[in-house]
């Protein structure tokens, strides 16, 4: 790439990144996204509850979308990943793992968070299948179906609470003695949700859709879904060495405008907010483009 002068660096290629680009090019602004080509949910099958695109698969609403924002003339694409971001407002300098040494006016993170899963054997693979966090992208689909719900903190209740909307033929594991107090594991019990204790050895399933969990004492268990919510932490910590405040849940800090506290650094998507799903990352990343450029024609 000859050109090495932007006005804006988008760092992040995926829906929310894709988004504020779009509007970027409707801005008519100098811009470069720049993705390593890995999304975090490049192994689920279908995306669910986003209006005109309800049930395609992430790679090809991704496709879509760049081919779509690929017909500004402005906004360039670039597979890379970046290292490190340095300067000041209006005067970044962007580095990536090629060598290169970019420039630009703003940067906007739309980089996501990477999900911490339990060391269980076989549940990396079910993940974003039957292995599944979010009831609204993927609880339609196993309505009624026997499922679960690995959980062992405080949490636990809230979320057995909101999956009995979607079934119930539900069972909470906890994988080792109860850690929540005796009055949450009583409220549980009295929604007719069973509590197993028992070590869990691995889960059973065919090309990623859970049949069994196998437990460590031998016994089975069927299930075809299990809701879990793992820790996670930043997928890229730029935003964090650049003095980019980081709240309590490991959530980018910002502003209505997806501004961060630091000047001229924008952030938005699921690294800034606790419901991840695709359309809000698209509302959060086209919202976070107008601000970009509405901030280059004021400031």
């Not at 099958?45 to 779509?68: C, E, L, W, Y």
């Not at 057995?160 to 069972?171: A, E, R, Y």
């Not at 889960?203 to 299930?223: C, N, P, S, W, Y």
């Not at 698209?282 to 400031?299: D, R």
């Amino acid at each position: 790439m000859e050109q090495q002068e932007f006005e804006v660096i988008v760092i992040g290629g995926s829906y929310s990144g894709l988004s504020a680009a779009m509007s970027l090019g409707r801005g008519i602004r100098k811009t470069l996204v720049i993705d390593s080509g890995l999304p975090c949910n490049r192994q689920t099958p279908h995306s669910h509850n986003f209006i005109t695109q309800d049930g395609f698969s992430p790679s090809q609403i991704v496709k879509t979308a760049r081919d779509q924002v690929s017909e500004y003339p402005t906004v360039n694409f670039m597979e890379d990943i970046v290292l490190q971001v340095t300067g000041e407002n209006n005067n970044f300098t962007v580095l990536t793992a090629t060598g290169l040494r970019l420039n630009a006016k703003k940067v906007l993170f739309t980089t996501g968070v990477k999900d911490l899963l339990p060391d269980l054997q076989g549940l990396s693979s079910c993940w974003g299948i039957s292995v599944i966090h979010c009831p609204y992208c993927h609880g339609y689909e196993y309505k009624g179906r026997p499922t679960g719900i690995l959980s062992n903190d405080n949490t636990t209740l809230h979320l057995s609470k909101l999956i009995l909307n979607w079934t119930t033929d539900l069972t909470v594991f906890t994988n080792g003695k109860v850690l929540f107090n005796a009055e949450e594991e009583q409220q549980i019990k009295a929604q007719n949700v069973a509590i197993v204790e028992k070590k869990i050895a691995s889960l059973t399933h065919k090309e990623g859709h859970l049949q069994e969990i196998l437990f460590a004492d031998g016994t089975l268990q069927k299930v075809e879904a299990i809701y879990t919510r793992p820790p996670f932490i930043q997928h890229c910590p730029i935003p964090e060495t650049m003095g980019c405040q980081i709240d309590d849940k490991g959530l980018i800090v910002v502003d209505y405008f997806r501004k961060t506290n630091v000047s001229g650094i924008f952030a938005a998507g699921d690294c800034t907010e606790i419901m991840r799903s695709v359309s809000s990352a698209v509302a959060a990343g086209s919202f976070a483009g107008a601000s970009i450029n509405n901030e280059l024609i004021f400031s």
